[in-house]
């Protein structure tokens, strides 16, 4: 059988047309299509070998008794055009057809036979119409779902048991999965999705007839959150250069359950944008939301921003110097910390967390800044805590002399220097009394070699204001200074230890003899 193929649907609206058949007591129905198309999307597979596009698709397919369809999400299987019409479309070269299809059909294809369960008594039922519309705007969808059912006469006070009876039980029970194209709107949004619409009921007491019909309106479908969202953004750069990006999120609720389902999407919302703007720019600076009376819907605005005196993260300042000290380049850092919060606690709270955690990004911004070509180490440090401002500012000398190198033993710095007097021959100078002049005899005897090895510590405090003291003493520190003289036989002949507990400071110096 020949098949019409159309992916690009720009409308369309579906009325189903019902007829009791007294002596089968079942309904056979009429579905009626109306559609517009770009004309640009369409196929007709008229045989095996032969595929026809644009107008001479609708031309031909027109003129088939039966076809197949596929019109977006809704499928045809003896399908019927009834009419069509060109026209142009609104971009250049474009052109739109307007199609109406209709296909007769049993009940039982559609309902597997249940629909008549749905209606009490009907034999009583002289109408019943059912028509679904859907319409797309831009980022704005609308389906529309109306529903009429009149009675006999003789239904009597009857009908209106039977009436809501049959609303219950189908309009709420029986809910087809009717939409069109997959647009990231139209296909989460179909009957079946139960969401959210304005129901308005009307009764007719003297003419035995109810009507319903069912509106939703939404934007692009958020389904994991059950809303309809309308998302916009722009970006501004200030003055100063600093890039200003602000989000603008409009939120319609799919449930019942309106208010949680809003604050709940709210929730999401920001957490989504914080994260996709994190690298870039961080945490929010502005969140505003305003929520309906009724909570059906409301309106969220998130703002970032590049410029740090609006970020709500922590504000990180920081400056450096360089500076030659003998032959070692010295590298000075003065970093503050502040971070804001609802009271001095939670600011000096979120403040300590940023320093802790930024700390290993110090040796970073050296680099940055003067970016060295030696190693260093750090040399020094000086922290101020101030509460009730909710700040840190703190200190840090680097030193490209890696004396300072962190150790295992806890010490800061640890540096030793070496003073030596090498052994040379003896020589004696006397005066020759016969010629009265100086003479030198030199001995194959050497003179004592001399070596002083000074060692220097810092430790941390947190070590104990001994343990500076303790490590220049150890076995370990001592071959090391030992090790220094480079000499096979010495002698200590003085060791001394000058000790600051206040700083956690202490030297050590051994003097040497050598022979």
Request: hydrophobic share 30%.
């Amino acid at each position: 059988m020949a098949s019409l193929i159309v992916n690009n649907v720009l409308s369309s609206s579906v009325q189903i047309e019902y007829t009791y058949l007294d002596s089968d007591e079942l309904f056979g129905y009429e579905v009626i299509g109306t559609y517009e198309i770009d004309i640009s999307d369409i196929n007709f597979e008229q045989n095996d070998t032969t595929l026809l596009a644009g107008r001479d698709a609708i031309e031909t397919a027109y003129e088939k008794p039966n076809i197949v369809a596929r019109i977006g999400a809704d499928e045809y299987l003896k399908g019927r055009i009834q009419s069509f019409s060109f026209d142009a479309g609104s971009l250049v070269g474009s052109e739109i057809v307007s199609i109406t299809i209709q296909e007769s059909r049993r009940l039982d294809d559609y309902s597997g036979g249940d629909f008549t369960k749905f209606i009490p008594n009907p034999h009583l039922v002289s109408s019943f119409n059912e028509t679904y519309n859907f319409n797309r705007n831009g980022g704005d969808y609308t389906s529309t779902r109306n529903i009429s059912l009149a009675y006999k006469q003789e239904a009597g006070s009857q009908f209106l048991n039977d009436a809501k009876t049959f609303l219950t039980n189908n309009y709420f029970g029986n809910r087809p999965s009717l939409g069109y194209q997959e647009d990231g709107i139209s296909e989460n949004a179909k009957i079946d999705k139960e969401f959210r619409g304005l129901i308005i009921e009307e009764y007719d007491l003297i003419g035995l007839s109810v009507s319903l019909s069912e509106v939703v309106n939404s934007s692009f479908i958020d389904q994991p959150n059950h809303v309809g969202k309308k998302h916009t953004q722009s970006i501004t750069i200030e003055q100063k250069g600093f890039k200003d990006k602000k989000h603008t999120i409009e939120l319609t609720s799919l449930r019942r359950d309106s208010e949680n389902v809003i604050t709940s999407a709210i929730k999401e919302s920001v957490a989504e944008l914080v994260s996709l703007e994190a690298v870039e720019y961080g945490t929010p600076y502005l969140i505003e939301k305003g929520i309906t009376k009724d909570g059906n819907s409301a309106t969220l605005t998130v703002a970032f921003s590049t410029d740090p005196n609006k970020s709500q993260d922590e504000l990180i300042s920081y400056s450096g110097t360089e500076t030659k000290q003998g032959r070692f380049i010295e590298y000075g850092l003065s970093i503050r910390y502040k971070t804001k919060g609802k009271d001095n606690k939670e600011k000096f709270s979120e403040t300590k967390k940023t320093w802790v955690e930024s700390q290993t990004l110090n040796p970073t911004r050296i680099q940055r800044l003067f970016h060295p070509l030696q190693p260093f180490v750090e040399k020094s440090r000086s922290t101020t805590f101030a509460k009730s401002e909710g700040t840190i500012n703190e200190n840090i000398v680097f030193t490209t002399d890696l004396s300072y190198k962190d150790e295992e033993d806890g010490l800061l710095k640890f540096k030793t220097t070496l003073q030596k007097t090498h052994k040379i021959d003896r020589v004696e100078k006397f005066l020759d009394i016969v010629n009265l002049q100086d003479q030198i005899v030199a001995s194959d005897k050497k003179t004592v070699g001399k070596a002083t090895v000074t060692a220097e510590a810092v430790a941390s405090q947190s070590m104990g204001i001994y343990h500076v003291k303790d490590v220049l003493e150890s076995e370990a520190r001592t071959t090391e200074m030992n090790d220094l003289v480079d000499e096979s036989v010495i002698h200590i002949i003085d060791d001394s230890i000058n000790l600051n507990l206040g700083q956690g400071k202490a030297s050590r110096t051994i003097q040497y003899l050598f022979i």
